[in-house]
């Protein structure tokens, strides 16, 4: 069973910075998507960032040219770098994994990102 760790949340003033990473437990090849997710309180999990196996990464509107979604094979890991953090920036961000053959859409479990003065 595939395990997606996330880590580097924490808090942060507005205009700061946060990387998360998020390490698997096999090697990302195995998937044909990874991505970020995000909860806000009282809202939908909406999605944040896509680096798909093929193509170009993909960035919800809110976050484009602030946050950049990255891998490094070598550790089986995904980031997400967040630069000019807002406070409707704040959510529980997830990690995701979906594979197509044999079928995978696995979760990490959250990492919590909170931006305030």
């Known amino acids: 069973q595939v395990q997606l760790v996330e880590s580097g949340g924490g808090w942060v003033q507005p205009g700061g910075a946060l990387r998360l990473s998020c390490a698997a437990s096999?090697?990302?090849?195995?998937?044909?998507?990874m991505g970020w997710y995000r909860q806000a309180p009282g809202k939908q999990r909406e999605l944040v960032a896509v680096y798909p196996r093929w193509g170009s990464r993909i960035y919800a509107d809110s976050v484009k040219g602030r946050f950049t979604v990255s891998r490094d094979n070598a550790k089986n890991t995904l980031y997400l770098q967040m630069n000019s953090l807002k406070p409707e920036d704040t959510a529980v961000y997830y990690c995701?994994?979906?594979?197509?053959?044999?079928?995978?859409?696995?979760w990490g479990q959250g990492t919590l990102v909170t931006v305030s003065s």
């Open positions: 995701n994994a979906k594979r197509a053959d044999p079928s995978l859409d696995a």
């Open positions: 096999e090697s990302v090849f195995s998937f044909n998507d």
